[in-house]
């Protein structure tokens, strides 16, 4: 409960562990881009600036991911969340739910998000969150599937041991 979180004592607030979710940020703005209403034939720079300038739940501070990342103790990879949550679960000794999908992006029908990307645009989502790429080691992947061994939360240092 994140207002409830913020107000505790720093002290207090170093004992806890605060998990968060991450995603490539390429490919969550394909998600965005079907899921949300403006009328771009594709996505280009000036759509990226309009979701991202005009639109705070999407990008808050100049980062993608700024309501979660600063105080989370773990990161679970979208691209590996249900192998990363059960992970995290069983080492804290709970089990693991089921949850249901929700929200999900038809319209992309499965298509990789390197589909929806021009050189250009590809290069500008890169410097426009370059930060979010650089604290989650998120990069363009040529291949069309990520391989889920490939991607695994990350610890912050000293606070979760992997």
């Known amino acids: 409960d994140s207002p409830r979180w913020t107000v505790l004592p720093e002290a207090e607030r170093d004992t806890y562990e605060v998990w968060t979710t991450v995603r490539n940020p390429y490919d969550a703005l394909v998600s965005w881009w079907h899921a949300v209403p403006y009328d771009h034939p594709r996505i280009s720079p000036e759509w990226v600036d309009r979701i991202l300038d005009h639109d705070p739940k999407y990008m808050m501070g100049g980062r993608l991911w700024e309501l979660h990342g600063p105080e989370a ?3 679970l ?9 059960e992970r995290e679960l069983t ?4 089990p693991m739910p089921d949850f249901p ?3 999900p992006t038809t319209s992309r029908a499965g298509r990789p998000y390197q589909e929806f990307y021009d050189a250009e645009t ?3 989502v890169r410097w426009r969150i ?4 650089e604290e989650f080691g998120y990069e363009w992947e040529e ?5 889920p061994a490939q991607s695994s939360s990350f610890h912050r240092e ?3 041991p992997c």
């Open 73 to 75: 103790t773990t990161a």
């Open 77 to 85: 990879r979208f691209e590996t969340l249900a192998a990363d949550l």
């Open 91 to 94: 080492r804290v000794g709970l």
């Open 101 to 103: 999908v929700r929200n």
């Open 122 to 124: 590809r290069e500008y």
């Open 130 to 133: 370059a930060d979010d790429f």
């Open 143 to 147: 291949r069309a599937v990520l391989n």
């Open 158 to 160: 000293g606070v979760v």
